[in-house]
């Protein structure tokens, strides 16, 4: 549920799956090791999934949509030296049940269930299982990988301090509950906080976005929790007055990650300029894709942060 459904009341900070990956410019070679990626944790070394992984490679690369599943076979052959066309369907098929069994819990996310098909040769190509599972692969799992891939490019510009980032409860549930110590610096579930950043640099504008288990929204500038980006003697308080939500409060056991981004002056983008419309705008891969261009246009002029922390339920 997005923050601004529950304003005027606190708004919650959602959790996005993270996977881990390496940053490609070119668009064919990030497709490619995206296959291999995808390739890599799903087939182990053995002699019948080299087969296997083979297929996958060939059968679900872009450059072979359009290609019968004998043309794939013939492919098979060339390079292993001996396959059998015939098994082309049966190895396929071998191949969707790893799939599924990697992916059978992101799948329906996104409108995808294998397991009900019915049975038998599908009248439309396009319902293929092999179709299916390759349109879900790359137009749902590739852009995860590629913004996971940005983000990590992000973290490793970052400077990690744990003093510039920080969370108080409400007095009241501060006293009610106890959220236990971890590892990892914590937040309790369902607990009002307020945020505190304290970043002592050069820079005084302040982008903040918050990376969870479902949604990526931006924190600053926002008009959920903060209109105005200017870091005031170093440092902020949110939800600033005048902000949409009172508190802050998250739903969702997981894992929270925050990336400051501080820069001379404000990226004058749209979906950075607060409005009611969207309070607390989500962003996504065009938008990270985005921000990297800006950035990387002027290298010199901004500084980056980062935390993480974990969401534990809290006790009485």
């Given amino acids: 549920m997005p923050p601004y459904s529950l304003l005027p009341t606190p708004c919650s900070l959602l959790p996005a799956p993270f996977l881990r990956i390496n940053t490609m410019t070119n668009q064919q070679s990030q497709q490619q090791q995206f296959i291999e990626y995808i390739a890599d944790n799903i087939f182990p070394i053995s002699k019948s999934s080299e087969t296997q992984k083979l297929c996958f490679q060939l059968r679900f690369s872009p450059e072979n949509w359009q290609e019968e599943n004998v043309e794939i076979a013939r492919k098979m052959d060339k390079k292993l030296g001996a396959f059998n066309e015939q098994s082309i369907n049966a190895t396929l098929a071998e191949v969707l049940k790893k799939l599924k069994k990697q992916f059978g819990e992101e799948m329906p996310k996104n409108g995808v269930n294998l397991d009900n098909r019915s049975k038998g040769r599908p009248a439309d190509d396009k319902q293929s299982p092999w179709r299916i599972a390759y349109r879900w692969l790359w137009e749902h799992k590739f852009p995860y990988w590629e913004m996971d891939g940005l983000w990590q490019t992000l973290i ?117 300029t607060p409005n009611q419309e969207e309070p607390a705008p989500i962003w996504n891969l065009e938008r990270l894709k985005e921000l990297w261009t800006r950035l990387a246009e002027d290298s010199h002029n901004w500084q980056a942060f980062y935390r993480s922390f974990q969401v534990v339920e809290a006790s009485a």
């Fill in 156 to 272: 490793k510009e970052a400077a990690s301090p744990s003093h510039w980032l920080r969370f108080t409860p409400d007095p009241i549930y501060n006293k009610a509950l106890v959220v236990p110590r971890g590892k990892k610096p914590v937040i309790g579930l369902n607990i009002p906080y307020y945020m505190h950043v304290d970043l002592d640099c050069d820079q005084e504008h302040l982008l903040l976005l918050n990376r969870g288990l479902d949604t990526n929204y931006v924190v600053c500038p926002s008009q959920a929790f903060a209109p105005v980006n200017r870091l005031k003697e170093k440092k902020m308080l949110m939800p600033q007055s005048g902000a949409m939500c009172e508190e802050i409060k998250f739903d969702r056991v997981g894992q929270e990650e925050f990336m400051a981004i501080v820069l001379e002056d404000s990226l004058n983008l749209p979906w950075l």
